[in-house]
T-cell receptor, first 114, second 115 residues
Framework: GESVGLHLPTLSVQEGDNSIINCAYS??????FIWYKQESGKGPQFIID?????DKRQGQRVTVLLNKTVKHLSLQIAATQPGDSAVYFC?????????????FGKGTLLTVNP | SAVISQKPSRDICQRGTSLTIQCQVD?????MFWYRQQPGQSLTLIAT?????????ESGFVIDKFPISRPNLTFSTLTVSNMSPEDSSIYLC????????????FGPGTRLLVL
């Protein structure tokens, strides 16, 4: 199971700066990864995904980087805006076999200062 | 992506009672999931609900405490039984994207407080 802590890692940035949110995943067999954004009082919202046969994928203002060697995932947000303030979760999945389970990381609280 | 709604959005319940949470999707989906998110923490999968079969529960979660129904391809319920204050959490349903069969999309959650 996923270990969780009482305190979320936090990242505070100025509006307009670029943000980088990091995630270390646990299972070397994981081959699919998702970043979610969760605003206060809402459910997680899909941002971007990446499969293990890629090391970079870009979306609108967001880029996900995958380093399988060190089992590390990062989410880069360009020109961060106050509306980007939220908790960001990475999730991993091993698509092999019959296990459809997503395993979530602890989350990072991003605060954007105007 | 599918549009997912949950009822109720929030509730305050007395210990010892039960609450049934509904999850409705606007399109047919094969896989539906129920998660728990305790205050300030990450998401933990409770169970996977497939239409026409028994739900599959994760370690630490049992059917007597969290019975699940999945009567059709657009609807599921999760019941939190014999509640205690430790059950105070956000309960989220999610669905697997029909096309990719990988991405999961989440409902808005049900915020439960047990007194």
């Amino acid at each position: 199971g996923e270990s969780v802590g009482l305190h979320l890692p936090t990242l505070s940035v100025q509006e307009g700066d670029n943000s980088i949110i990091n995630c270390a995943y646990s299972n070397s067999a994981s081959d699919y990864f998702i970043w979610y954004k969760q605003e206060s009082g809402k459910g997680p919202q899909f941002i971007i995904d990446i499969r293990s046969n890629m090391d970079k994928r870009q979306g609108q203002r967001v880029t996900v980087l995958l380093n399988k060697t060190v089992k590390h995932l990062s989410l880069q947000i360009a020109a961060t805006q106050p509306g980007d303030s939220a908790v960001y979760f990475c999730a991993e999945r091993n698509s092999g076999g019959s296990n459809y389970k997503l395993t979530f990381g602890k989350g990072t609280l991003l605060t954007v200062n105007p | 992506s599918a549009v997912i709604s949950q009822k109720p959005s929030r509730d305050i319940c007395q210990r010892g009672t039960s609450l049934t949470i509904q999850c409705q999707v606007d399109s047919q989906v094969t896989m539906m999931f129920w998660y728990r998110q305790q205050p300030g923490q990450s998401l933990t999968l409770i169970a996977t609900a497939n239409q026409g079969s028994e739900a599959t529960y994760e370690s630490g979660f049992v059917i007597d405490k969290f019975p699940i129904s999945r009567p059709n391809l657009t609807f599921s319920t999760l019941t939190v039984s014999n509640m205690s204050p430790e059950d105070s959490s956000i309960y989220l349903c999610s669905v697997e994207d029909f096309d990719s069969q990988e991405t999961q999309y989440f409902g808005p959650g049900t915020r439960l407080l047990v007194l």
